[in-house]
């Protein structure tokens, strides 16, 4: 299967705003986007609740115990932003408005540091939260705060990095949000604290890594 080269071929239609949110994930890796140096291209959303100073995470299908954020790969027949929004309705049932791009941020291999991805991430406001979605019984979603982000994200720093710039971090002036979201039936919710951090992973070493990220 041929993988395209960034940029996508200009003949290529290029759809811009995802609006279809279909009830299938698509599946289309023989389409996704690559650079130069064949490495993937993926987009994903930071999903803000600002009126509560939070974030919404999913769990990853292939780690337990880890929390990432939703992405994917960026297909040749649609920008980063339309990729970003699919992604995020398919995996995480979530409906909202892009408000801007935080950057492109690296994801290497954790012991031979390799480069594995160029991760187009980007802020959104949620405005809906859906009971049904793709991805409904393949993944879980649960609310974070900042600090509690950060700590669920230890093994991506990529991600820890793009909750840094985002409007959740206090230290950044943060956009009028557009709706906030109360604790409902349409997050199976349980306690942060029992999935967060893996048992063998001390607190203070954590915090101590965090706080070492603001200076």
Known sequence: MSRSITPPP???????????????????????????????QVAGCLPLDLNNRRVLLISSRKNINAWVLPKGGWERDETQKHAAQRETWEEAGIKGTITRSLGIFEERTQKKRHLKAHHWIFEMNIEEIAKKFPEKKKRERRWFTFEESLIATQDHPYIQQAILKSSLNPSNRPPSPRASFDDDDDIDSKPIQDAIVPQNIRRKSIMKSIKSMFN
């Open 10 to 40: 200009t003949e290529a239609p290029i759809n811009d705003e995802y609006t279809t949110f279909s009830k299938k994930s698509r599946h289309g890796h023989g389409q996704d986007v690559v650079d130069a140096n064949n490495i993937r």
